[in-house]
Nanobody, 124 residues
């Protein structure tokens, strides 16, 4: 099994920044996993936000976060990060971390494991 624990969420004003972290652990976790972030707002489906390949060489983003969010990972710590700048009220959601085989799989929400989520609330 793989455990994913997100942290870094909170309540901020529009225009502020937050950095989310997701630490992976477990006997079956593999460094070669792609990792990604998703979000789910109340009454909406979970949507893909960002993905990064196992070596950081490939990334993909939801169009509405391009230029504002940056995904990165530290394989020595089995941790993926999401730096969120210029936050908007529409970014308010529970943010989830996921791991999967490839960036494409992550983008298509085909994750092998999911975290429990961390709340991000952006006030106007």
């Amino acid at each position: 099994q793989v455990q994913l624990v997100e942290s870094g969420g909170g309540l901020v004003q529009a225009g502020a920044s937050l950095r989310l972290s997701c630490a992976a652990s477990g006997r079956t976790f593999r460094m070669f996993y792609a990792m990604g972030w998703f979000r789910q707002a109340p009454g909406k489906e979970r949507e893909f936000v960002a993905a990064v390949s196992w070596n950081g060489g490939s990334t993909n983003y939801l169009d509405s976060v391009k230029g504002r969010f940056t995904i990165s990972r530290d394989n020595a710590k089995n941790t993926v990060y999401l730096q969120m700048n210029s936050l908007k009220p529409e970014d308010t959601a529970v943010y989830y971390c996921g791991v999967g085989a490839t960036v494409v799989a992550i983008t298509e929400k085909r994750c092998d494991y999911w975290g429990q989520g961390t709340q991000v609330t952006v006030s106007s």
